[in-house]
Nanobody
Framework: VQLQASGGGLGQAGGSLRLSCVVS????????MTWFRQAPGKEHEFVAA???????DYADSVKGRFTISRDNAKSTLYLQMNNLRPEDTAIYYC???????????????RGQGTQVTVSS
């Protein structure tokens, strides 16, 4: 079971980036798929979650700017990030589990991160 995040890079404030997380194995049928991020010197921070039934949840800091979605046919989780801000700069990680946990490390399936850097 593997989760591989990609799509990060350098963006400008006000711009957009789309992250992808390709999932192998049965993990994509996990009840909850999430995105977390970790800025330098900080703990992992919840960004967005997607439940298998279609419900989504977002951190207040990204609500209205980021959109989480799934493509079941491609076993891929996405994070569309619009209106980027310099404070969005972080390494972004995807994770999967049966429930939404408050801490990234509690998710049984966690992917490698992809760096997002937003310039002002």
């Amino acid at each position: 079971v593997q989760l591989q995040a990609s799509g990060g890079g350098l963006g400008q404030a006000g711009g957009s980036l789309r992250l992808s997380c390709v999932v192998s194995g049965r993990t994509f049928n996990s009840n909850v798929m999430t995105w977390f991020r970790q800025a330098p010197g900080k703990e992992h921070e919840f960004v967005a979650a997607s439940w298998k039934g279609g419900i989504t949840d977002y951190a207040d800091s990204v609500k209205g700017r980021f959109t989480i979605s799934r493509d079941n046919a491609k076993s891929t989780l996405y994070l569309q990030m619009n209106n980027l801000r310099p404070e969005d700069t972080a390494i972004y990680y995807c994770a999967a589990g049966t429930s939404k946990y408050g801490q990234f490390r509690k998710y049984p399936y966690r992917g490698q991160g992809t760096q997002v850097t937003v310039s002002s």
